[in-house]
């Protein structure tokens, strides 16, 4: 923790905010900040830091690259999209560690970065509930050790619905999460549960295992983030309460564990925890992302450039929150596969299906 000094990259969103609740707390530096448009905000947090360096990536998008590349730093990827892909490589390359709380840079990229990070021996702790969790519950053992990752989900604004509920939801409801504050994207990814499809396959990434070793379970109460089952049978899980500032606090701090401002969790106080299995039928986008990870390849970057596109029309009102698992399913089906992949391939695949939509 000493001389700890972070690049915070995506400052003004919900991770962000919270990062600097963390940083305010212990006292650590904040080296460079960056956001998309809020620059009334970014300026505010600017003169309270005293921030040396900040960026709109609107304005200059080749800024977070900068950025993350300061020396000496700790990167939080607090980016929502794919658009966190280059400033997590150039981070690494320049022997930053990288908390990543940007799953679409694994999800996309996820072979290339993870080459990345072991070409230049720098570490990426998640910042993902799930994701520390299993990082947690790891604690130095290796993908082999594991037979099982459980990999827990609150199962969304629109838990216990059917399909024909599902049909005359509102965007209003698509964003009201029972458990987490979050940004409108995640939410909705949420609600849909494809954000825990791009978990599988961020899982996948960071923790070296096959998809057919991760379970997905409905978990309401979002107090286990998620568990290891090891080869004995013995499972491990990491319990809290949903709060994201534990987390993001472990990934700054680790491998350190300094008091916190978050509730404190009592087993009495809940009673009881509650675990089934997801619905797919009502939900598919989960066995979509189990379908694009076993494809390989830029399938995940399909996948999650199609539902980037789906989420962007669905908060533009221009479609249905039932219709974004069809529109994700008919982008993934008509865009080119390849086992190969590539910045440059990424950028293709991307560039492709945004303009097959928005023109």
């Given amino acids: 923790m000493k001389n700890k000094q972070i690049v915070l990259l995506g400052s003004t969103g919900s991770i962000g905010i919270q990062t600097l609740q963390v940083a305010r707390l212990h006292k650590i530096k904040v080296k460079a900040l960056s956001a998309h448009t809020n620059i009334k905000a970014l300026q505010e947090q600017q003169k309270e830091f005293r921030v040396e360096h ?3 990536s609107s304005v200059s998008p080749e800024s977070l690259c900068y950025l993350a590349a300061i020396p000496n730093c700790t990167v939080v990827n607090a980016i929502v999209g794919s658009a966190g892909l280059k400033p997590t490589i150039a981070a690494l390359k320049a022997g930053n560690p990288v908390a990543l709380a940007n799953k679409e840079t694994l999800v996309a990229g996820g072979e290339i970065v993870m080459e990345t990070a072991r070409e230049n021996k720098v570490p990426i702790i998640p910042v993902d509930s799930e994701h520390s969790a299993i990082f947690q519950c790891l604690s130095g ?3 082999k050790d594991i037979r099982k990752i459980i990999l827990t989900a609150s199962g969304g604004a629109f838990r216990g619905y059917t399909k024909e509920q599902l049909k005359s939801v509102t965007r209003e ?10 940004g409108d994207k995640i939410t909705v990814d949420s609600a849909t549960m494809m954000n825990k499809g791009l978990e599988l396959i961020e899982a996948m990434r960071l923790f070296d295992v096959d998809e057919s070793k991760i379970e997905i379970v409905v978990h309401p109460q ?11 049978g013995t499972v491990i899980a990491q ?3 949903p709060d994201m500032r534990l987390p993001i606090q472990y990934a700054l701090t680790y491998p350190d564990r300094l008091p916190s401002e978050t509730e404190r969790l009592s087993l009495t106080a809940l009673g009881s925890l509650t675990f089934t299995r997801p619905d797919h039928d009502t939900f598919p986008c989960l066995a979509f992302a189990r379908n694009a990870a076993r494809l390989g390849g830029n399938a995940p970057c399909i996948l999650n450039a199609a539902n980037e596109a789906a989420v962007k029309l669905f908060l533009q009102d221009e479609i249905a929150f039932h219709e974004i698992p069809k529109v994700i399913a008919g982008l993934f089906t008509k865009t080119e596969k390849t086992k190969e992949i590539s910045l440059d391939i990424i950028e293709s695949t991307e560039n492709s299906i945004y303009k097959s939509v928005f023109g």
Avoid: R, T
């Fill in 54 to 56: 900040v960026c709109l």
């Fill in 141 to 143: 053992k290796s993908g």
């Fill in 173 to 182: 409801q698509a964003l009201s999460h029972p458990n987490w504050s979050m």
């Fill in 222 to 232: 979002s107090i286990v983030h998620s568990a290891v089952e090891f080869a004995d």
């Fill in 239 to 241: 319990m809290s309460v």
